[in-house]
Nanobody, 123 residues
């Protein structure tokens, strides 16, 4: 069983930064694709970013240039550095892992999910 635990969420003013972390335990982390998704109140869950085991990254257009996903395989942890935050970035952020080797933006392909961490950006 794989467990994912997110941390680092909080309240920040527009233009500020936050770094989310997701610690993974239970299986071989380094072979998995890791992704970040978010869900705002009243909206569907949406893809934010993903990173392959080799470090290839892919971003949603809405966060490209502002967010950076990275992973530390030695620590079994994936990060999401969020800069230039906007009120529209307010959501619960979830990390997830996909046992397949190719990046997918569809959350239905991800096998395990964290409990989520709230990010609130004030204007």
């Amino acid at each position: 069983q794989v467990q994912l635990v997110e941390s680092g969420g909080g309240l920040v003013q527009a233009g500020g930064s936050l770094r989310l972390s997701c610690a993974v335990s239970g299986r071989t982390f380094r072979t998995y694709v890791m992704g970040w998704f978010r869900q705002a109140p009243g909206k569907e869950r949406e893809f934010v970013a993903a990173i392959s085991w080799s470090g290839y990254t892919y971003y949603a257009d809405s966060v490209k240039g502002r967010f950076t996903i990275s992973r530390d395989n030695a620590k079994d942890t994936v990060y999401l550095q969020m800069n230039s935050l906007k009120p529209d970035d307010t959501a619960v952020y979830y990390c997830a892992c996909d046992r397949r080797s190719t990046i997918n933006t569809n959350g239905n392909f991800y096998d395990y999910w964290g409990q989520g961490t709230q990010v609130t950006v004030s204007s």
